[in-house]
């Protein structure tokens, strides 16, 4: 093939390597005002008074809104389309602030400057109110918190109760159970690019939105509901988008940035700075597991019994859908004839929580991976062997909604990655009586690819030869930096034998696009690129028949390749066959194909990870790394090495480094800037090795499957159990901050 | 305050606040937004450029600090929407993803090459620390590099 595996560099590169890419921070417009918001100070406040005189006294001050001057339509920010059942609790100024950073008010004024040294000059008055900070569901958490607001405060949000077969006997049964509690932290996505919107008035009263988003649609439906408006007044296009990992999932700034917009007819801009992203925006929910495997001596799982707390923080949001998604992706990975299953999705007087990389997989498969790697090592069993053992077959079907997990390579990933990091003589090596020992860890893991049969999951692609001769892609696309955008164009070009550069992809635009759910569930390469596929597929044949027209050729003798129609000792170019369709009065040909899945096969993976651990600092450090991946097939062996690359580093932070805790006294969160957020940076990356299983995808566009999710979600176990391993403890809290270290071997040498 | 600023070629006169950030003087004043302002506290580093060809936070730089300094930004390495080898090398080897941070490390990257052609992998992931890139985990970033430097040291630079 000439397109589809190879190693394409990115069609967008050129803009980004030299900044000519602008995104919606560098956008100036005439008339440009700016916003800054005042935020809660409080955990859990009604606003009594908001005095906004002193901000308005302050030259180049536009206005200052509020909850008193502004719609107070409930909404949901994680919906995605229009009418979609959610519980709408958020408002844009709510009148009782639910967590430190809720919004209380806008400024705007012609600089941010401005903007921002006159919110100090708000004056609020705010009556306290019992702050739960902590996410212990009990029924103490419904009664501090009703009364509060005629609007709903269930809680538990969400609760999920799953059960197959007969765990009870199971654990009756079995030669050995080992139970464990695991804590993950709340983390956030630090993308390098602030939140921003940019949105100006459009002629017949409609608003233009221009934001860095996963789903111009999105948008749309979010910022309808909480205007109250009809959507098709908006108009949605996204910006280029400097990182997002779910962080830009839902609209937080634009359906202030529209309201404003629309009040003054002017262009405005609101940018969060990195403080606020922190502190206003979205993190990935903090999760306390239990799990207890029952075990056959021989290392089969006869049953599982799990139950998990997410805290979802102030608002809905989606976080109700995650004890759900926790169960999907649990049951996905090994074949477990008895199951029990308790998830709960708990409100919190803290920042909201959202999706990022994963959804809930990241979660739920630390829980997994860790506690089977303790009983693995209670039960002196090889833990590449146990999971081995157990993990699913190409075909099987997952007892939760009884889908097929397609040609699940999980097997393949653990023996060709245990083989390649020379597992077995590593594991078995002595981790030193010294200062600094080492380990060797592993987990597996799965992630879905696309959103079938939870939603319509649906993608609809056109291709059109343009009169210059090139092919331009319209789908309502956002690539988020992964290269999504490249991949589509190399598939469309493979099939019309073309270059990946000679396919011209237009941004999302409400306008000109058709509907699409967006950059989300793992689904671009899997969902949009079949349908591209499909659109190529259809043009191609159109083209062909044009072609044998203007080649007076049948259309058996034509082949579309090197950028040209060729039949027999004679050929033209695409440019040539356009220009000689425009000179005859005919449009060029096009093709549109939706494609809507009927699928949801697993992505598998299995990561190897060598720890060094100082006893004296309790540092640690990753001295080497292999990752294995079930791709189905790499439509970009480069893109896809890089989601990998890039989901390690993210993956080593959250089992090292990443916290971004709330202060259960005061509500106030910890890690509010890179200075008090600890990223993993060059110096810490370890050496790493790719080995991607290609045994193909039957529904997958060229057998292609997802990547980008599944590349960080084995890495934190993989990392934990390696330092469990050097150690021989049970550390199970996330992050394995040095003073947790220090506390494991404490108590390790104590008892 | 007049100040004389020599950037990218061009000198650059005009009153401004000497204590406004110069990444923000940079990108407003002057519409060089290829750096970006990720943190404006010096974590980042996707305000970097070279002030007298060596790496500086742009965000953490006061305009006063570069009167009559060499200021050097991504726009001014190489022909407009023309690769530069070093960029070219980044392109190739998957070294950019989401592109917000790639301004930034371009230029640490040009400024440890006009330090040394032979860096280390160490040296270069240090010369990086003060650059953070959430999407490619590095790797292709120290490839890219380290091919530079040997391409560079091969041609004689």
């Keep these: 093939m000439e397109q589809v595996s190879q190693r394409i560099p990115l069609i967008d590169a050129a803009e980004k390597l030299t900044g000519r890419l602008r995104f919606a921070a560098d956008m100036t417009l005439p008339g440009l005002l700016h916003g800054a918001f005042l935020f809660s100070p409080r955990a859990h406040a009604r606003i009594v008074e908001v005095d906004p005189a002193g901000a308005l006294a302050v030259s180049g001050v536009i206005g200052v809104w509020w909850h008193a001057n502004t719609p107070q339509n409930s909404y949901n920010s994680s919906i995605w389309f229009a009418g979609q059942k959610a519980l709408a609790d958020e408002r844009m100024f709510p009148p009782v602030v639910r967590h430190m950073g809720d919004r209380v008010a806008v400024v705007l004024a012609e600089t941010e400057a401005i903007a921002r040294a006159a919110v100090t000059r708000i004056v609020v008055s705010f009556e306290d109110l019992p702050a739960i900070l902590t996410p212990e569901p009990t029924v103490a958490h419904a009664v501090a918190a009703a009364g509060v607001e005629e609007a709903i405060y ?4 969400e609760q999920v109760h799953f059960t197959h077969g007969d765990p009870d006997a199971a654990f009756a049964r079995a030669d050995h159970v080992t139970e464990a509690v695991v804590y993950t932290p709340r983390s956030h996505h630090c993308a390098i690019e602030p939140h921003v919107c940019v949105a100006w008035p459009e002629p017949g009263g409609r608003v233009a939105i221009h934001s860095p988003c996963q789903s111009v649609y999105a948008v749309q439906a979010v910022v309808a509901q909480a205007l109250g408006i009809a959507a098709d007044r908006l108009h949605v296009t996204k910006a280029p988008i400097g990182g ?5 999932a839902e609209p937080i700034l634009e359906p202030i940035c529209a309201l404003l917009a629309e009040r003054t007819g002017r262009p405005v801009r609101i940018a969060f700075n990195r403080h606020e992203t922190f502190t206003a925006t979205r993190t990935r ?31 809905c949001t989606g976080g109700n859908y995650l004890p759900g998604s926790m169960l999907q992706r649990l049951v996905r990975l090994y074949a477990v004839p008895a199951e029990r299953y308790r998830g709960r999705a708990v409100y919190t007087n803290t920042l909201p929580t959202g999706a990022f990389r994963g959804y809930g997989s990241p979660q739920i498969h630390a829980l997994g991976e860790i506690v089977l790697d303790l009983a693995s090592r209670e039960m002196g069993l090889d833990p590449v062997a146990v999971r081995a053992r157990n993990i699913v077959t190409p075909g099987a079907l997952e007892p939760w909604q009884g889908l097929s997990l397609g040609n699940a390579r999980g097997a393949d990933c653990l023996h060709r990655g245990a083989e390649a990091f020379d597992w077995t003589r590593r594991r078995s ?20 690819n696309g959103c079938f049969p939870g939603e319509d999951e649906a993608t609809t692609a056109t291709l059109r030869l343009t009169p210059e001769g090139r092919i331009e892609l319209t789908c309502a696309l956002h690539d988020l930096g992964c290269g999504s955008d490249t991949t589509l164009a190399q598939i469309a070009a493979e099939v019309l034998g073309l270059r990946a550069a000679d396919i011209r992809i237009t941004p999302a635009d409400t306008d000109t696009c058709p509907y699409d759910l967006g950059t989300r569930a793992s689904r671009m390469t899997y969902i949009a690129g079949e349908a591209v596929r499909l659109a190529a597929t259809a043009l191609a044949a159109a083209i062909v028949d044009t072609g044998g027209q203007a080649l007076n050729a049948a259309r058996s003798e034509i082949r579309l390749r090197g950028g040209q129609i060729e039949a027999p000792h004679r050929a033209i170019t695409f440019a040539d066959l356009a220009a000689w369709l425009s000179v005859r009065g005919t449009d060029t040909p096009s093709a549109t194909h939706t494609h809507r899945a009927t699928a949801n096969p697993g992505s598998y993976a299995a990561h190897f990870a060598e720890v060094e651990v100082d006893t004296l600092t309790g540092h640690i450090r990753v001295r080497d790394y292999l990752a294995a991946h079930d791709i189905g097939r790499a439509i970009n062996p480069m893109l896809v090495e890089g989601q990998i690359y890039g989901g390690i580093q993210i993956g080593m932070g959250y089992a090292l480094y990443e916290d971004a805790a709330v202060d259960p006294k005061t509500g106030r969160m910890r890690a509010d800037s890179f200075t008090r957020y600890t990223l993993v940076n060059a110096p810490e990356m370890p050496p790493i090795r790719i080995l991607l299983v290609e045994e193909g995808e039957a529904t997958g566009p060229f057998g292609a499957k997802a990547v980008g999710e599944i590349a960080t979600i084995p890495v934190a176990p993989a990392v934990v159990n390696a330092v469990n391993h050097a150690l021989e403890t049970r550390l199970t809290e996330l992050p394995l901050l040095p003073e947790r270290v220090l506390d494991a071997l404490g108590q390790g040498s104590s008892s | 305050m007049k100040l004389t600023l020599r950037i990218n070629g061009s000198v650059v006169e005009q009153d401004a606040d000497p204590l406004a950030r110069l990444s923000e003087f940079l990108r407003q004043v002057l519409g060089l937004t290829g750096l970006k302002e990720g943190c404006c506290e010096g974590e980042c580093g996707a305000c970097t450029i070279l002030m007298d060809g060596a790496p500086v936070h742009a965000c953490l730089t006061l305009i006063f600090q570069a009167h009559e300094r060499e200021i050097t930004t991504v726009e001014g390495l190489g022909d407009a929407g023309v690769l530069t080898d070093l960029q070219a090398q980044f392109a190739g080897a998957g070294a950019v993803q989401c592109g917000y941070c790639t301004p930034g490390i371009i230029m640490s990257a040009e400024g440890l090459l006009r330090s040394t052609l032979t860096p280390s992998d160490e040296e270069i992931r240090h010369a990086l ?8 985990g590095f790797e292709t970033i120290v490839r890219a590099v380290a091919a530079e430097a040997a391409r560079r040291c091969e041609a004689g630079c």
Excluded: Q, W
Excluded at chain 1, 439 to 444: I, Q, S, T
């Design chain 1, 285 to 315: 929910a903090a999760s306390r597991g239990k799990m207890r495997i029952a075990l056959a001596c021989d290392g089969r799982i006869l049953g599982r019994e799990t139950d998990v707390t997410v805290d979802i923080g102030a608002y």
């Design chain 1, 429 to 448: 090596a002595a981790s030193g009586r010294g200062r600094f020992r080492t380990g060797v860890g592993m987990a597996a893991a799965t992630h879905i």
């Design chain 2, 129 to 136: 620390a003060g650059n953070i890139c959430r999407c490619t």
């Design chain 1, 244 to 248: 997002s990992f779910g962080g830009k």
């Design chain 1, 154 to 157: 269930p809680d538990p949000v």
